[in-house]
């Protein structure tokens, strides 16, 4: 697994210039937070890295994005293959209105995948990463809606793993959970930094302190600031990072 | 004198919500009292087992299904046309179509739906039957086959707009997970789309099988008036709506045996409806719950 970079990275809706020249390198095994106040453009810059920003309409950008060497805006590359290999948790947990069980093997069903005991396996191990096996080995057969939200998103924590990408993109996970639940899906992001690249979104100063090594600020379409998360939160160089971070404005 | 104008338009306008009321009532009442003095004469297990209907002869049969069975083919004839159609209209004005496009294709099918249905009718005996008939020598000139196919495309619309409005409601939140997760368009459409859309297509089923086993022109002109048990689609058949209007515009005796059938007949085609539409009020209020 290689570095995730973006290159020259100018995207517009229309006529608003969302992003505004972003360059970043997103380092392996690590945690990334992306920061900044709503509207500058966290989400964008996130999903441009499994093309989900494609179906907006009047969406357009320049620059590249390099994952593994390859520009993954090239026509030639598949967006299906990207898409099994960058995985994605979004705000809402959105469990699709099936069974624990079919939801987790959903990834494997549309990859042509139908034998028994091998989804078997892949969805319990994929349970287990997630942390959610425990709750629910027993109860599988039942709807996703039936868990609480916490459950939920960890359940679809576990369907992104299990078709194994290599790169899980969260846009504000927590936001939607009580402390308990946000606490515990802190912990399983510590744990699944041993073996994927992630890059998340939050506005929880405080949650981009305790999970992420590295840290990004963007304001206004423009990244300012990107360093350890350390140094960014004890020493930012610009005044805008530390009004933000400290809670002066945002 | 405001005041009064303001009372008397109150007035005249509860008034005419209480006619509607009573109107319906009232024609239910005569149902049940004109059907229930039929079966003074004629048993009901006679009526609903029977599979000969001749009570215009003079050797009198009574059994519902002929007209029963010409109902549901029809119906079902309808239905193989009009879900893949329909459905795949939805499909393709949901996911495929841009938004002018459906603006602009959405209203322009309703007009399906606003041809008058005698016109259909017409179509049906004059030209589709023709049509068929140089493919199908065995069709006969009246049948259940044609009039079939053109009350399904006249029920498209109502399955395709009601099933485009279901997959419409399903959240944006369960595309973007499918998609998220590397399924194509297609596969986002079958696994994901139509299950979380089922109940409400299933609703647009129910009342475009209702409004087809309700309709009455296109079959009393194409499909013929020979009761006729069976569900070969290329025979004469006689719907219950197509006896209804044979007796009501014939010479039969008002107050007769003969007359009160349309009344029992009548009262099968009101229980088939009423039931259907009870399903689809009671599933759509089921699935409108699903997504608060
Ligand atoms: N689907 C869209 N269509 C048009 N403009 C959009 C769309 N999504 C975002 N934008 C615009 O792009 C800019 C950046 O939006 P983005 O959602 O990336 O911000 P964000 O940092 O994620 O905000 P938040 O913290 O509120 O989620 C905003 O000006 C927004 O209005
Ligand atoms: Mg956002």
Redesign the pocket.
């Known amino acids: 697994m290689n570095q995730l970079i973006a290159k020259n990275i100018n995207v517009w809706?229309g006529d608003?210039h969302?992003l505004q020249d972003v360059s970043m390198i997103i380092d392996p095994f690590q945690v990334t937070a992306l920061i900044?106040p709503?509207?500058?453009?966290?989400?964008?810059f996130l999903r441009l890295f499994n093309r989900m920003n494609d179906y907006?309409e009047?969406f357009r950008m320049e620059g590249e994005i390099l994952i593994n060497d390859i520009n993954i805006y090239d026509p030639v590359v598949n967006t299906e293959e990207l898409r099994k290999k960058v995985g994605m948790v979004f705000q809402k947990p959105n469990p699709f209105p099936s069974s624990i069980y079919e939801n987790v093997a959903f990834g494997m069903r549309i990859q042509g995948m139908n034998k028994k005991s091998e989804l078997d396996e892949v969805v319990e191990t994929s349970l287990k990463k997630a942390v959610l096996w425990d709750e629910v080995k027993d109860s599988l057969k039942k709807p996703a809606f039936s868990l609480s939200g916490g459950q939920q998103q960890r359940l679809c924590i576990a369907r992104t793993l299990a078709v194994e990408p290599e790169v899980i993109l969260m846009d504000e996970p927590a936001s939607a959970l009580d402390p308990i639940s946000t606490s515990k899906l802190e912990n399983l992001i510590f744990e699944l930094k041993k073996s994927y690249t992630i890059v998340i979104?939050t506005?929880n100063m405080q949650q981009a302190g305790r999970i992420s090594d590295k840290t990004a600020f963007?304001y206004m379409g423009k990244l300012i600031e990107y360093d350890t998360t350390k140094r960014m939160f004890l020493k930012p160089a610009h005044l805008q990072t530390q009004n933000y971070i400290t809670g002066r404005f945002g | 004198m405001r005041r009064t104008k303001e009372k008397v338009i109150e007035k005249l306008l509860a008034a005419s919500g209480l006619m509607t009321i009573l109107t319906t009532a009232g024609i239910l009442v005569i149902l049940i009292y004109e059907s229930s003095r039929f079966f003074i004469d004629v048993s009901i297990w006679e009526f609903l087992t029977g599979t000969e209907w001749t009570p215009l002869f003079s050797k009198k049969e009574f059994g519902i299904w002929p007209l029963l069975s010409a109902t549901f083919l029809t119906s079902l004839i309808a239905l193989l046309v009009a879900l893949p159609v329909g459905l795949s209209i939805a499909i393709y004005l949901n996911e495929y179509a841009n938004r002018n496009f459906r603006k602009t294709v959405k209203p322009m099918l309703e007009v399906l739906a606003s041809v008058p249905t005698v016109v259909y009718g017409f179509f049906a005996l004059t030209i589709v039957t023709p049509f068929l008939q140089q493919f199908i020598p065995g069709l006969a000139g009246f049948n259940s086959l044609s009039p079939g196919i053109v009350m399904g495309i006249m029920i498209i619309p109502m399955i395709s707009s009601l099933s485009e409005d279901a997959l419409f409601a399903v959240p944006r939140t369960l595309r973007d997970a499918s998609y998220g997760m590397g399924a194509t368009r297609f596969q986002t459409v079958f696994r994901v789309l139509i299950p979380s859309a089922s109940s409400g297509i299933i609703v647009s089923v129910i009342l475009a099988v209702s409004r087809a086993i309700g309709e009455t022109m296109i079959v009393a002109i194409a499909a013929g008036q020979q009761p006729n048990f069976t569900f070969n689609p290329l025979v004469p058949v006689e719907t219950i709506t197509t006896y209804i209007v044979q007796v009501s515009l014939g010479d039969v005796p008002r107050d007769s045996l003969e007359y009160r059938t349309i009344f029992a007949a009548g009262m099968v085609l009101f229980l088939l409806t009423f039931v259907m539409n009870n399903i689809s009020l009671w599933l759509k209020r089921k699935y409108h719950r699903q997504y608060e």
């Open positions: 809706y608003n969302a900044g709503s509207g500058c453009g966290k989400s964008t907006i009047n979104v506005h963007f």
